[in-house]
C-alpha cells in the first residue's frame, strides 16, 4: 500500500516539473547588430521559378492521375448499379 503511495506521489511530482518546465520561454540572446542582415544569399528569380513550377509539377501529376482513377471508379459504380437495377424483380 505505502508503494502505491509512493508511486502515485512520483507521478503527480514528475507531471509537475513538466507543466512547470513546459510554460517557461527560452531566453532571448542578443542579436550582434552588424551592416547587413545574416540573410541567405539571393537566387535569381529564374531559378526560383523554375524550382516554383517543379514542386508544383511534382504535385499535379499524381493528382491527375488519381481524378483518372476516380473517374474510372465513378464509372465503374454506375455500371454496378444499373446491373443491379437490371437484376432486380
Same mark, same amino acid.
Given at each position: 500500500?505505502?508503494?502505491?503511495?509512493?508511486?502515485?506521489?512520483?507521478?503527480?511530482?514528475?507531471?509537475?516539473?513538466?507543466?512547470?518546465?513546459?510554460?517557461?520561454?527560452?531566453?532571448?540572446?542578443?542579436?550582434?547588430?552588424?551592416?547587413? *542582415?545574416?540573410?541567405?544569399?539571393? $537566387?535569381?528569380?529564374?531559378?526560383? /521559378?523554375?524550382?516554383?513550377?517543379?514542386?508544383? &509539377?511534382? =504535385? %499535379?501529376? *499524381?493528382?491527375?492521375?488519381?481524378? $483518372?482513377?476516380?473517374?474510372?471508379? /465513378?464509372?465503374?459504380?454506375?455500371?454496378?448499379? &444499373?446491373? =443491379? %437495377?437490371?437484376?432486380?424483380?
Amino acid at each position: 500500500m505505502k508503494m502505491h503511495g509512493f508511486c502515485l506521489s512520483l507521478l503527480f511530482a514528475v507531471a509537475l516539473v513538466g507543466v512547470i518546465g513546459c510554460q517557461q520561454e527560452v531566453p532571448k540572446t542578443e542579436v550582434p547588430k552588424t551592416g547587413t *542582415p545574416s540573410a541567405p544569399a539571393a $537566387a535569381s528569380k529564374s531559378v526560383t /521559378e523554375s524550382t516554383g513550377q517543379a514542386v508544383v &509539377d511534382s =504535385i %499535379k501529376a *499524381p493528382l491527375d492521375k488519381s481524378r $483518372a482513377v476516380e473517374g474510372t471508379f /465513378e464509372k465503374a459504380a454506375g455500371k454496378t448499379a &444499373d446491373t =443491379i %437495377k437490371d437484376a432486380a424483380p
